[in-house]
């Protein structure tokens, strides 16, 4: 079976700072990891994922994460933040597409 | 392109009563799933549809969930009867194939029971 653990529920910041946001994993079998943003009333739409290949990936909006896989984290960053990037973040992890297990996501509220 | 279409977006019924939520997949998606999100949760997946079967319902609470994808296209959530602890939004993404990992939302369905 597998699990998320994001470290954080919430991560206030300054707009123009950098942030991560913290996200573990437990798993037995190799693992595909993404990264969801949820903004207020919406969906969930997808930044990032990592599948196979390098362990850096990047993702829309400036984001990127890093699969570190002695450590099983997968924590993201951003090196500026925007206002428009108050949301919900949710680390997930999938070890058959389809299933996406979640963790309990992180609230990231950016303050001028 | 258009996006997962699902209805109502906010429902309100009391416990006991029954309900029922709409979902349209994005065109060419055989991949169409269902997900519980409870307030401060991540979203848990209830069922898996590939084109109208089941791959997956291991979470669905099946006394009083169904759900159903007749022709392989729209797909409809049912519960019945409701309880206080289904309040939650519910989910539902899609994508081309079990084979791909990339799965878009919809807005989702608010539900509170009361």
């Known amino acids: 079976a597998q699990s998320v653990t994001q470290l954080d529920s919430q991560v206030p910041v300054f707009e123009e700072a950098p942030v991560e946001l913290r996200c573990n994993y437990s798993?037995?079998?190799?693992?595909?990891l993404f990264w969801y943003v949820q903004y207020p009333n919406q969906g969930l739409q997808l930044l990032l994922k990592y599948l196979s290949g390098s362990t850096l990936v990047k993702g829309i909006n400036g984001f990127e994460a890093e699969f570190n896989k002695s450590q099983t984290s997968f924590h993201l960053r951003k090196p500026s933040v925007h206002i428009s990037d108050t949301a919900e973040y949710f680390c997930a992890v999938s070890a058959r597409p389809g299933k996406l297990i979640f963790g309990q996501g992180t609230e990231l509220s950016v303050k001028p | 392109e258009a996006g997962v279409a699902q209805s109502p977006r906010y429902k309100i019924i009391e416990k006991r009563q029954s309900v029922a939520f709409w979902c349209n997949p994005i065109s060419g998606h055989a991949t169409l799933y269902w997900y519980q999100q409870i307030l401060g949760q991540g979203p848990k997946l209830l069922i898996q549809?590939?084109?109208?079967?089941?791959?997956?319902d291991s979470q669905l609470p099946k006394d009083r969930f169904s759900a159903e994808r007749l022709k392989g296209v729209d797909s409809t959530l049912k519960i019945q009867p409701a309880k206080l602890e289904d309040s939650a939004v519910y989910l539902c993404?899609?994508?081309?194939?079990?084979?791909?990992?990339?799965?878009?939302f919809g807005q989702g369905t608010r539900l509170t029971v009361v």
């Open positions: 798993s037995s079998v190799s693992v595909y």
């Open positions: 549809f590939q084109n109208n079967g089941v791959v997956d």
């Open positions: 993404a899609s994508s081309l194939g079990t084979e791909y990992t990339e799965a878009f």
